[in-house]
């Protein structure tokens, strides 16, 4: 159990659009999800930490408007990449804990971005 | 907030020996470790956590250690195996919350 699904798991798009990445946790509710960006070679950075209900909180030097995320659901987060640029190329990657599966954190397979 | 390092950077070790990979943190509130494996191109897995109430965990040839009033954890990998290849990173957290990765250690088992 605890499966993390991401999609699309690799999008290209212009410079100046919006992209949308899903991160579901497939079967378990997610009471927390979490937004990463990895870049290669590189470690994971915390982007920021949603709950169920309520806005998300980011961490700092992570721009509010330019990284929208959305937790409608507790089995649904949503990333929108907005008027992407090329330097918003990487790795995202989610993951998803539950209060009732203890700290562990499940993390979906990524989702890579390149912006042209 | 939060700083965590890792050390090292790159380990490579005989099929056989032991590794050991060492974090630091900054915050003292910092009470979930958690370690995980990513393999190239495949997302994290949690290999071993720590709580800060336990100062050793083992899970067959892997084990965690943590020291918290030095404000370190280290991971121990037993008879190391080429599948044990791969990068290594540590967190810590506080509630669930502000994971912070240490930077990586990629860890080569060599035949």
């Known amino acids: 159990g605890a499966v993390v699904s991401q999609h699309p798991s690799w999008v290209i798009c212009k410079s100046g659009t919006s992209v949308k990445i899903e991160c579901r946790s497939l079967d378990f509710q997610a009471t927390t999800m979490f937004w990463y960006r990895q870049f290669p070679k590189q470690s994971l950075m915390l982007m920021a930490t949603s709950n169920e209900g309520s806005k998300a909180t980011y961490e700092q030097g992570v721009e509010k408007d330019k990284f929208l995320i959305n937790h409608a659901s507790l089995t649904l987060s949503t990333l929108t990449v907005t008027s992407a640029h090329p330097e918003d190329s990487s790795f995202y990657i989610c993951?998803?804990?539950?209060?009732?599966?203890?700290?562990?954190?499940?993390f979906g397979p990524g989702t890579r971005l390149t912006v042209l | 907030g939060e700083n965590v390092e890792q050390h090292p950077s790159t380990l490579s070790v005989q099929e056989g020996d032991s590794a050991v990979i060492k974090c630091t943190y900054s915050?003292?509130?910092?009470?979930?470790f958690p370690w995980y494996k990513q393999e190239l191109g495949k997302r994290p897995q949690l290999i071993i956590d720590?709580?800060?109430?336990?100062g050793e965990k083992k899970d067959q040839r892997i084990a965690v250690t943590l020291n918290k009033t030095a404000k370190h954890f280290s991971l121990h990998i037993t008879e190391t195996q080429p599948e044990d290849s791969a990068v290594y990173f540590c967190a810590a957290s506080y509630l669930r919350q502000n994971f912070v990765f240490g930077p990586g250690t990629r860890l080569s088992v060599l035949p």
């Open positions: 720590i709580r800060s109430n336990v």
């Open positions: 993951s998803a804990s539950s209060s009732g599966r203890g700290d562990e954190q499940f």
């Open positions: 915050d003292s509130a910092s009470n979930y």
